[in-house]
């Protein structure tokens, strides 16, 4: 079946490192997302990674992917209070013709000073 | 200004009222599609369209339908609504030359409470 799972909060100090996990259950994945919702907005991508890679960096935001373990984690570095936001994994499955995603129920991240 | 608008951004209704939710884009996007997103749970997908001539349903489509005005405009209906379709609801679009990534970008969302 297809689920992703992730912790439901997260909170850290501003200048601290933020680690949000995901876990997956679809091994047929190709990409696996990030995606960033702040208060009264829409989903903002925030960065993606091909099944094939273990790991992706991109300025403050690393992703490592453990296929093994169907594990995804997303890093950020020296978090700021923009940072605070809900964090939501994806994964795609090939169905019908197109990629469908699968979300998890989203990581809200709390930054304090 | 926003690539993809959803009106109205929040609104009110009572049980068995015909409520329609509009979305638009300014992306010149191929794929539109519908979620509704509930607390606690991840988005769910209730309708997608490749293109204006198709339309496919989601993982939860009972209760609601969709309409491919144009190219730029995807609508979903709710014919009557229950209490239980109180949730945010998000548009979002992506483009075939994307389909690899299948990149989507979403709508601001429109909240919807039945009463």
């Known amino acids: 079946g297809e689920d992703v799972e992730q912790s439901l909060f997260l909170s850290v100090r501003e200048g601290d490192s933020s680690v949000i996990n995901c876990t997956y259950t679809d091994s047929s994945s190709t990409y696996l997302y990030w995606y960033k919702q702040e208060p009264g907005a829409g989903l903002q991508l925030l960065t993606y990674?091909?099944?094939?890679?273990d790991m992706k960096q991109d300025q403050r935001l690393t992703v490592l992917l453990n296929k093994k373990d169907k594990h995804l984690s997303l890093r950020i570095a020296d978090t700021q209070t923009g940072d605070s936001a809900i964090y939501f994994c994806?994964?795609?499955?090939?169905?019908?013709?197109?990629?469908?995603?699968?979300f998890g129920a989203g990581t809200r991240l709390a930054v304090h000073p | 200004d926003a690539d993809v608008t959803q009106t109205p951004r929040n609104r009110i209704t009572k049980t068995g009222k015909r409520i329609m939710l509009e979305c638009s884009q300014t992306?010149?996007?191929?794929?539109m599609y519908w979620y509704r997103q509930d607390p606690g749970l991840g988005l769910r997908l209730i309708y997608y369209s490749f293109d204006v001539k198709d339309i496919n349903k989601g993982e939860i489509s009972d209760g609601y339908s969709v309409s491919r005005q144009a190219q730029a405009k995807f609508s979903l209906s709710l014919e009557s609504a229950i209490p239980n379709q109180t949730a945010l609801y998000f548009c979002?679009?992506?483009?075939?030359?994307?389909?690899?990534?299948?990149?989507?970008?979403f709508g601001p969302g429109t909240r919807l409470t039945v009463l």
């Open positions: 990674i091909f099944s094939n890679m």
């Open positions: 992306k010149g996007h191929d794929r």
């Open positions: 979002a679009t992506s483009d075939w030359s994307s389909e690899a990534t299948d990149t989507q970008y």
């Open positions: 994806a994964e795609s499955h090939r169905s019908g013709g197109y990629n469908k995603l699968i």
